[in-house]
Nanobody, 124 residues
Framework: QVQLVESGGGSVQAGGSLRLSCVASGATHITKIMGWFRQAPGKEREGVAA????????RYADSVKGRFAISRDNAKNTLYLQLNSLTPEETAMYYCAAGAAGSSYLAAQSYPYWGQGTQVTVSS
């Protein structure tokens, strides 16, 4: 089993920035691809960003390209997401997820392990 714990969420004004972190524990040898997803009230969960086991490959949703940056520190079993130029429409619960290598990076069904989420609220 893998446990994922997110942190770093909070409330910011439009245009602001946040840095999310996700610490993995347990059977971390199976946390190959890792990603960030978000879900706003009444909306489906969407893939935001994901990265390969070594971090050399990254994938982003079109809506966040150029503003968000995903990274990982495997020595610390930690995944990060830098969020810049946030908009109120990006208010959501942000989730960290881990899955096996070779999966579709931004598809939720690729990830069997999920954290509890961290809330990001952006005010106008």
């Amino acid at each position: 089993q893998v446990q994922l714990v997110e942190s770093g969420g909070g409330s910011v004004q439009a245009g602001g920035s946040l840095r999310l972190s996700c610490v993995a524990s347990g059977a971390t040898h199976i946390t190959k691809i890792m990603g960030w997803f978000r879900q706003a009230p009444g909306k489906e969960r969407e893939g935001v960003a994901a990265t390969s086991p070594g971090g050399s490959i990254t994938r982003y949703a079109d809506s966040v390209k150029g503003r968000f940056a995903i990274s990982r520190d495997n020595a610390k079993n930690t995944l990060y997401l830098q969020l810049n130029s946030l908009t109120p429409e990006e208010t959501a619960m942000y989730y960290c997820a881990a899955g096996a290598a070779g999966s579709s990076y931004l598809a939720a069904q690729s990830y069997p392990y999920w954290g509890q989420g961290t809330q990001v609220t952006v005010s106008s």
